[in-house]
């Protein structure tokens, strides 16, 4: 009879703990971060899972989200829609609150249905492509400016400098297609011409065949609106070729990566690029922090990353509660959230409602603010 009332106070006293485990596992808040570990954009999305833990580390030392610690789960999409989309359902099955992160947009526009249909909120750090805003169920929200802004901003660079007669040279994704497109359309419309439209495939050594087709066409400018890892082969293959135009890249070549892979040839190649932290006066304390944490510095991407986790923990905060609805409704609330990437709110389309690109150049191997 002791053995059993022995045995039945050990049961019980085990599925107290195991209670209690589960009660405290129950109380922390667990966030998916989306972004890209592996692949040619694996530098960029590394840098964004670490800014956003550092937002995390900051968050939890304050005492956390409505009491609670925040846990984080990170899926890898590499850049790539079919493992993003892997990725994605594996969040959604890991009953993670909210999602952070997006850094390729053609990756990240086949996760909108599983998120929408999850209805879990989401905050888009890096991915403009304007197909994103046609894809969104109402819980995703762009903290990046779109496409469009970026393009306006490309089409007044050209034609401050002359430009007449422009190339464009994308690699078939949803990002880079999709602002190659944008920029075609708003260039003929203004009367000039596109004089090449070109699509490459990722990781092609080879761009001679490429490089012979532009030159015989004579632009007075190129624009390459695809990543950083194949661009910067890509311009230095033109400027050996012995092309002396303007060149100019998109946000998804903002890196300094570009300039490390095309060396010399990058000298003097313009940037369309959010604000990163070396154009932020606001983003001292932050890089101080990230170079602290990781002994390197933050890339491009870095502060919108931040933003969006912060954005997200003060949207759970305002709505009082974890419930996704409620949450969602937050962020479409959100006005003026002072990001250190610069004030957010967002439009009846979930996107960000002001433009906050800056034209670079390329200056002694650095990116600095064009004049």
Same mark, same amino acid.
């Given at each position: ?20 485990? $589960? ?113 969104? $169920? ?18 007044? *660079? ?6 007449? &007669?422009?190339? +464009?040279?994308? $690699? ?11 920029? &075609? ?9 596109? +004089?090449?439209?070109? +699509? ?37 293959? *033109?400027? &050996?070729?012995?092309? &002396? ?98 004030? +957010? ?27």
């Amino acid at each position: 009879m002791k053995k059993r009332i022995l045995t039945a106070a050990l049961g019980s006293a085990l599925a107290g703990l195991l209670f209690l485990g $589960q009660s405290a596992w129950a109380a922390d808040l667990k966030i998916g971060i989306m972004v890209p570990t592996t692949g040619s954009e694996a530098t960029a999305g590394k840098d964004m899972e670490n800014a956003i833990l550092l937002a995390v580390d900051e968050i939890n030392q304050a005492g956390g989200v409505l009491g609670m610690q925040v846990t984080t789960m990170t899926g890898d999409d590499a850049c790539d829609p079919q493992q993003a989309t892997a990725a994605a359902s594996k969040l959604v099955s890991s009953d993670v609150t909210a999602i952070v992160g997006g850094y390729c947009s053609g990756a990240t526009l086949p996760t909108l249905k599983i998120y929408g249909d999850a209805g879990l909120p989401f905050a888009i750090a890096a991915a403009n492509s304007t197909k994103l805003i046609d894809a969104n $169920q109402g819980n995703a929200f762009l903290v990046n400016s779109t496409g469009y802004d970026q393009v306006n901003t490309a089409v007044e *660079l050209f034609a401050a400098k002359g430009a007449k &007669r422009l190339a +464009v040279i994308h $690699q078939g994704d949803g990002y880079s297609e999709d602002l190659a497109k944008l920029t &075609r359309e708003k260039w003929a419309g203004d009367g000039k011409e596109v +004089v090449a439209y070109e +699509v490459v495939n990722k990781g092609e050594q080879d761009h001679s065949s490429l490089v012979t087709r532009i030159k015989s066409k004579a632009p007075d400018a190129i624009f390459w609106t695809a990543y950083y890892a194949d661009g910067g082969l890509v311009i230095k293959q *033109l400027r &050996r070729s012995g092309y &002396r135009g303007l060149i100019a890249v998109g946000d998804g070549s903002n890196s300094p990566k570009l300039l490390e892979i095309g060396g010399k040839a990058t000298e003097g190649v313009y940037c369309f690029s959010n604000p990163s932290v070396d154009y932020l006066p606001t983003a001292k304390a932050f890089t101080d922090a990230y170079k602290n944490k990781y002994n390197q510095a933050p890339d491009a991407y870095s502060t919108l990353a931040y933003d969006s986790m912060m954005l997200m923990a003060d949207a759970i905060t305002r709505a009082g509660s974890t419930e996704k609805a409620a949450v969602i409704k937050a962020l479409s609330e959100t006005k003026d959230f002072k990001g250190i990437s610069g004030p +957010v709110s967002f439009t009846e389309q979930n996107t960000l409602g002001h433009s906050n690109f800056v034209v670079l150049i390329a200056k002694g191997g650095k990116w600095v603010l064009a004049e």
